[in-house]
């Protein structure tokens, strides 16, 4: 774990998505989010390190949201170290099995989206949480804030002691999965089932919302310095952008999508012509070289 302040460690180790680790006043240690199935052995390294070792050196479990890469180990760190789970109402019906999992929309992303989105519908996470939360203030001095849309739970978990505020992919703190640049923003729409709902309620939390202190995202590096300004910046320049339509966000994400097939047509056609042109002169430099090298046999 890489400890970035006095109450927060980071498994670093884990890239995919970030796992937080936030320790209170009273030494109890809670896993905010717990990454992607595949990264679970540098996810195990990395709660060692932190001193997490055996059954109760954690306390508790909470996720933002459901996706695979947030939700995908907390079955196995609840069975190997006896903590419950915890998430929003919403998401636990559907990590549960008792409503419906609506699959990811395609063609609105970059190809790269397109193959994360179809990890995340193949790959989905099942489990029963020990408990649901309502938004509000909850156990352990945590408090949940609407996120929906992102999933059908999604949420900003906020933990007043430390003045902490977890965001799941509601609002992210650099451009996944790069830690090394801090850049706010919001959901991305290929990733979202109501991205514009997600984006109003994040927009309405920056409005009103407690004193952060620390900021720690789904995505990007840890936020510590200047959080307050940081967030009051961010919020000026989103609500300075028109929210785009669903059949703008659409056309975007389908030329995004194609943007990538057609540079590879496009160059493969350039390839052919210059084949087609320069074969001529291949062709006859090569006739010229084998006269020269006639010749100078003749003159043997």
């Not at 774990?1 to 980071?10: E, F, R, V």
């Not at 998430?87 to 397109?114: M, N, T």
């Not at 790959?123 to 999933?151: I, N, P, Y």
């Not at 927009?203 to 995202?217: E, G, M, N, T, Y």
Request: proline fraction near 3%; aromatic fraction near 8%; glycine fraction near 8%.
């Amino acid at each position: 774990m890489k400890s970035c302040s006095s109450s927060i460690a980071l498994a670093s180790s884990a890239i995919v998505a970030n796992v937080w680790l936030l320790r209170d006043c009273d030494g109890q240690r809670f896993l905010i989010d717990t990454g992607v199935r595949t990264e679970r052995m540098a996810l195990d390294a990395s709660l060692r390190r932190a001193g997490i070792r055996n059954r109760g050196d954690l306390n508790a479990i909470f996720l933002t949201h459901r996706h695979c890469d947030h939700a995908g180990n907390a079955a196995w760190l609840r069975e190997r170290f006896g903590c419950p789970i915890y998430c929003h109402a919403e998401d636990a019906q559907i990590l549960s099995g008792q409503a419906a999992r609506e699959p990811l929309r395609r063609g609105i992303g970059s190809v790269y989206d397109e193959l994360c989105c179809g990890i995340e519908d193949l790959t989905a996470v099942r489990l029963d949480v020990d408990d649901a939360f309502a938004l509000g203030a909850w156990k352990h001095g945590f408090e949940g804030f609407a996120a929906f849309g992102h999933t059908e739970g999604s949420v900003l978990l906020y933990h007043r002691a430390t003045a902490t505020l977890f965001t799941g992919d509601a609002l992210l703190s650099g451009v996944p999965p790069l830690r090394t640049h801090e850049r706010f923003s919001l959901a991305i729409p290929a990733y979202s089932l109501d991205v514009d709902q997600c984006h109003d309620h994040v927009r309405s939390f920056l409005r009103d919302h407690p004193k952060v202190q620390q900021l720690c995202a789904g995505h990007g590096p840890f936020v510590g310095d200047d959080v307050e300004q940081k967030l009051a910046a961010f919020a000026r320049s989103i609500e300075r952008v028109q929210k785009p339509t669903r059949a703008i966000a659409g056309i975007w994400g389908a030329a995004t999508w194609h943007s990538g097939i057609n540079a590879v047509q496009a160059r493969l056609e350039r390839a052919t012509e210059t084949v087609a042109e320069t074969a001529p002169q291949v062709r006859a430099a090569i006739e010229r070289s084998r006269a020269l090298a006639n010749g100078l046999s003749s003159r043997r």
